[in-house]
């Protein structure tokens, strides 16, 4: 029972935006949205996190919507090294929780 | 900070051999994670720890599977025999449980049974 969807795939030009969205319809009020991003042959690497604020750090911007059943993970000026594949996930924060990964949406980055 | 560090990198075994995999953690973390990536199945979580003891097992696939933590800064994943499809990347990650930052993980292991 997937907690969010997103689009399979999807592409941008390098030094163009790319905007990730995900859909968490059922998400409940204690329940943060997290992105993470794997590029091939490595480990998941973490994002950014929110609850329902819009973050941003060094590596992208997370716009959540007011009523939180979507958000969007922006980055800025994608370049080729971003071209992997992006997990949008829900999960309430602590020791008996559990991160739980979807498949995510693949992005390529095209020159 | 060297981060969460996995050996081997590489395994190729035989079926009906132990196989034995390794994980450090980030030095203070205290909730560690096993997942294994296939192209059929995706990340999947195994087992997860919080301060050394097993919290959840219930993604351990069979009794093959066994996992141990036996002090903070050392855990190891075992398959007692091996088949073959259980050939995957196994990654381990490491966490502060008592916030809501992110998994740091490692590089995995990509085990081969054949």
């Known amino acids: 029972d997937a907690k969010t969807t997103q689009p399979p795939s999807m592409d941008c030009a390098e030094g163009r935006a790319a905007n990730l969205p995900c859909n968490h319809s059922t998400i409940s009020g204690n329940e943060y949205v997290y992105w993470y991003r794997q590029i091939h042959s490595q480990g998941p690497q973490y994002i950014i996190h929110g609850l329902k604020n819009n973050e941003t750090n060094e590596m992208a911007s997370l716009i959540i919507t007011e009523d939180r059943k979507s958000s969007t993970l922006i980055l800025p000026h994608a370049t080729l090294r971003d071209t992997a594949v992006y997990y949008c996930?829900?999960?309430?924060?602590?020791?008996?929780?559990?991160?739980?990964f979807g498949k995510g949406i693949t992005l390529s980055v095209r020159p | 900070d060297a981060g969460v560090i996995q050996s081997p990198r590489h395994e190729v075994t035989e079926m009906g051999q132990e196989v034995t995999l390794r994980c450090k953690p980030i030095s203070g973390h205290n909730s560690l994670f096993w997942y294994r990536q296939t192209m059929m199945r995706g990340l999947e979580l195994l087992i997860y720890f919080n301060n050394n003891v097993p919290i959840d097992d219930s993604g351990m696939p069979e009794d093959r599977f066994s996992a141990k933590m036996p002090n903070a800064s050392f855990s190891t994943l075992k398959i007692q025999p091996s088949e073959p499809r259980d050939s995957a990347v196994y990654f381990c990650?490491?966490?502060?449980?008592?916030?809501?930052?992110?998994?740091?993980f490692g590089s995995g292991t990509r085990l081969t049974v054949v």
């Open positions: 990650a490491s966490s502060f449980s008592n916030t809501n930052y992110g998994y740091t």
């Open positions: 996930i829900v999960r309430v924060p602590g020791a008996n929780s559990k991160l739980t």
